[in-house]
């Protein structure tokens, strides 16, 4: 039932916002309820979109004149506009802050989560996902969840049923050449150094 949420959510884009998807962050949930009889007929679907690197005017909901977003200023028109979230300038801090309602140093978080970090969004943390799914609702995240990647912290861990994306940043993948050196490290993160130094792409 969510995988035909997540048909919607594609179609709302044009191709005139074609890069936004690709770096969207989309919670299609808690989009159909879980049962007839758990959920009143009359609680809403939601679908929120959470985007990187997306300016706040940049769709013609919130003032943009010369990117054309129709399909999402008629979701915005529609639906209910957000206009009061204080984001950290950071992709994990600002998921975080979403999922939990908290500033980021409160949940002990300062900054990005790699690959190759051990750690994650902690259980402990109630998630709008857990409090959605609690009321009933079926939920799920397509696109980019960055709030760790290991078992223990991957969304279906945080009150999510389905996750359809990348566990972090798509410029995150573990062995990017850009990765500070370490000892002992992976042969194909070394490998991966060496290529771009010869392809110039090192930087």
């Not at 758990?38 to 929120?48: D, E, G, H, R, T």
């Not at 609702?137 to 760790?148: C, E």
């Not at 370490?182 to 392809?199: K, N, S």
Request: net charge neutral.
């Amino acid at each position: 039932m969510l995988r035909a949420c997540f048909a919607i959510l594609r179609n709302l884009f044009t191709r005139a916002t074609a890069s936004v998807l690709l770096a969207a962050f989309w919670i299609c949930g808690p989009a159909i309820p879980a049962s007839a009889q758990s959920v009143p007929a009359s609680s809403p679907n939601i679908v929120l979109i959470f985007a990187d690197d997306l300016g706040y005017g940049d769709v013609g909901a919130y003032g943009a004149a010369d990117i054309l977003t129709p399909n999402i200023d008629r979701l915005a028109g529609e639906g209910i506009r957000l206009t009061s979230f204080y984001t950290a300038a950071s992709c994990s801090l600002s998921r975080a802050m979403l999922m939990t309602g908290s500033y980021a140093p409160r949940i002990s978080l300062a900054r990005n989560f790699t690959p190759s970090a051990v750690g994650g969004l902690s259980s402990s943390e109630i998630t709008v996902g857990e409090i959605m799914k609690s009321g009933g609702y079926a939920t799920g995240i397509f696109g980019k969840w960055h709030l760790g990647d290991h078992f223990q912290f991957r969304p279906q861990r945080h009150g999510f049923d389905e996750f359809y994306g990348l566990p972090y940043s798509s410029d995150m993948w573990p062995f990017h050449h850009r990765t500070a050196e370490t000892a002992g490290e992976d042969p194909r993160l070394t490998a991966a150094r060496q290529r771009a130094q010869l392809t110039g792409s090192a930087g």
